[in-house]
């Protein structure tokens, strides 16, 4: 159910109550909706007439004593109607397992710290209330995006000490899913500024977590030690990042209760220095889904240097995550950079070895790597041992790798992609169906390549690669991998050349099928070009049309392209 108050009259106030009245004790689920939103935050314009309206809060939650789920996203955080509903809500409404409180309006503006304040405690005393008065023994989600953010130490504290005597049994804390930058996740409003000691309160007590985003926590080595030292049986989900906006000289000077702590960005096993970030998960031994998210192209900026370095999440990582999280079921990498794909910024503490390390992981069904050194030889060698273990459920497991680490400037025309690529598909040809074991296992793999780079590639260079290198390995491949189903994403694939190879989609059926030789369109772009001819994609005149096209293996790539349209591009 909702409430939704546009102007706070009274004829709309009556109606909502009349409202309440006919289904108040059937609602398990509230939302309550003040003034404009815009559907993920209270918009931007207060309108000044609903801070003078009166609202009789106590009148419409006496009608509603069954609600579990509490949400006001759609509320204003700085309203003065805020603390009034929270204290009409634990009055009357002893059964809530759920709270989500709502964002500040403007992400780059400071909060009103007194208006904020009068929310922080009253939803305090709504939780203690829950606890000691309520049916379910505290709150079971309790989301917070926007706490003060002036004297973060202080408000931190107070808030996660809440938590600990209030809400013990906390499965969702989750104030950071609406609080975590829209686009990268790697930049977070809300943050914990907690000691070491509240930390380990918090995990001795709060053990009943289900998920868990470490963009709120300091990345720090001691913080990883106390997460791994107390177990969460129920915890499924975990998301790790360093956000970008934490500021270590903040959080010495703030924490620093002596003032002999030296206030400096670089400590060992903090930020940057930190190595040991695999030490968590001996505390998330069912964990089935792990997100790690990263921007290596922040991390070469000077501002940033201090928050992490990419290859904590290498080799030593992934060992971790395969001694201690059995059940996992999806681990995922995303570089979160905004830079232009001309660059290719790998993980290299990220190798073959880490790779291998998660072979063994009989439930794992989904991997998505951001560029790394994993070699093509690497990636058979992973796809044989998966293929080939024992007790495997039925179903498809779906790889995705950036294949290939930086670019050698010197060399520009061998890209890491195009040989690691050639090295993969020479081993697999070397490798008969039988010993690997993709076409027999009982669970299919999907196989994609990614080319990290969007550069081009010398025409008369990819000529020679296409007829000399790629299409005998295509027919070999076709040959000694019958169940095989293969396809190549080229860019402007013309008499034998290329621009670029966007991908490659491997898979294995299911049973005996005839060919599929379908093509399946791509897109297609025309090249405008001001000289008579242009080296890049042999076109004369400005009157060549690139193509892009998928071809399936079948050991040549004379194909027809079903259908073709046209896109200016500028080269």
């Known amino acids: 159910m909702q409430l939704t108050f546009k102007f706070g009259s009274r004829s709309e106030v009556l109606a909502i109550h009349r409202q309440v009245q006919q289904r108040g004790r059937a609602v398990r689920d509230l939302r309550v909706r003040m003034g404009r939103s815009d559907g993920d935050r209270f918009q931007a314009g207060d309108w000044p007439w609903m801070e003078e309206r009166e609202i009789p809060w106590d009148a419409l939650f006496a009608l509603l004593p069954a609600i579990k789920r509490l949400d006001l996203r759609l509320f204003s955080l700085e309203s003065r109607h805020l603390p009034a509903l929270l ?6 409404c002893l059964q809530v397992e759920t709270l989500v409180l709502p964002k500040k309006k403007k992400p780059e503006v400071q909060v009103d710290t007194a208006a904020v304040s009068r929310a922080m405690d009253a939803m305090s005393d709504a939780v203690k209330r829950w606890h000691l008065k309520g049916k379910c023994g505290g709150l079971k989600q309790l989301s917070v995006p926007t706490r003060n953010e002036v004297d973060r130490f202080r408000t931190s504290t107070t808030f996660i000490e809440d938590v600990i005597r209030y809400c013990p049994n906390v499965e969702y804390l989750d104030g950071y899913s609406f609080a975590v930058d829209d686009v990268g996740e790697i930049e ?13 309160a918090f995990n001795e007590t709060c053990t009943n977590l289900r998920e868990f985003h470490w ?7 001691t913080f990883f030690r106390v997460f791994g030292e107390h177990v969460k049986p129920q915890l499924t989900s975990l998301s ?10 903040e959080y010495w000077r703030s924490t620093d209760t002596t003032g002999t702590s030296k206030v400096d960005d670089r400590k060992h096993g903090y930020g940057a220095l930190s190595c040991d970030v695999g030490a968590l998960f001996k505390g998330c031994p069912s964990l089935a889904s792990l997100d790690v998210s990263l921007d290596q192209e922040k991390a070469e ?6 928050r992490f370095d990419a290859s904590v999440f290498g080799d030593k990582f992934c060992r971790a995550v395969a001694e201690n999280c059995p059940l996992l079921k999806s681990f995922y990498i995303y570089d979160c950079s905004a830079y232009e794909t001309d660059v290719a910024r790998p993980i290299t503490a990220f190798t073959d070895n880490g790779l291998l390390a998660l072979a063994d992981l009989k439930n794992l069904t989904s991997v998505d790597l951001c560029p790394t050194l994993c070699s093509g030889v690497g990636v058979l060698q992973f796809l044989q041992r998966v293929s080939n273990l024992s007790d495997l459920s039925p179903g498809r497991m779906q790889i995705a790798m950036q294949l290939g680490g930086r670019l050698d400037e010197e060399d520009a025309e061998c890209q890491p992609f195009y040989q690691e690529l050639l090295s993969f598909f020479e081993c697999l040809a070397d490798t008969s169906e039988a010993d690997l074991g993709a076409a027999t296992c009982i669970r299919k793999t999907a196989l994609t390549f990614i080319n990290p780079l969007d550069t081009s590639v010398d025409r008369y260079w990819s000529i020679s690669y296409l007829s000399g290198k790629l299409e005998p390995l295509l027919t070999r491949l076709a040959r000694v ?10 860019r402007r694939y013309n008499d034998g050349s290329f621009r670029r190879i966007d991908r490659i989609n491997m898979g294995w059926r299911f049973g005996p099928q005839e060919d599929d030789t379908d093509i399946e369109d791509g897109d297609y772009e025309d090249c405008e070009c001001e000289d008579s001819e242009c080296e890049d994609c042999g076109c004369e005149d400005s009157e060549y049309e690139c193509e892009d096209a998928e071809y399936e293996c079948d050991g040549s790539l004379d194909n027809e392209y079903i259908e073709s349209e046209s896109e200016s591009e500028e080269d």
């Open 215 to 221: 963009a709120v926590m300091p990345f720090a080595d």
């Open 87 to 92: 204290q009409s809500a634990a009055k009357y």
């Open 481 to 490: 991998h019958p169940a095989l189903d293969l396809k190549v994403g080229v």
């Open 188 to 200: 977070c409003a809300e943050m914990w500024v907690i000691s070491l000691g509240t930390w380990k």
């Open 301 to 306: 900026d000077e501002v940033y240097a201090t």
């Open 240 to 249: 790790l990042t360093c956000n970008l906006s934490w500021d270590w000289q």
